[in-house]
């Protein structure tokens, strides 16, 4: 089931592995997905477009921590 986390007006989005970013978020959002291999960190700009990490984060701290500095930072 799909969590949200609001920082700095954005939306973090918490998924878990059999659910589809496109279904959940937006624009402007960060997804994080749980996996049999970790977190995995995604963003998804003004465009639809969704980019992401090479390689997942090892806790849901250390990827949640990463999404609240890019929303921060800014992503796009």
């Known amino acids: 089931m799909a ?7 954005v939306n973090i989005v918490m998924l878990d592995a059999d659910e589809a970013i496109a279904a959940h978020c937006g624009p402007g959002d960060i ?5 049999a291999d970790g977190w995995w960190t995604s963003f998804i700009s003004a465009d639809g477009a969704i980019n992401g990490y090479d390689q997942p984060y090892s ?3 250390a990827a949640l921590w990463a999404a609240k500095a890019a929303a921060e930072y800014g992503f796009d």
């Open 59 to 61: 806790s849901y701290n």
């Open 3 to 9: 969590t949200v986390v609001l920082h700095r007006k």
């Open 31 to 35: 997804a994080i997905v749980a996996a």
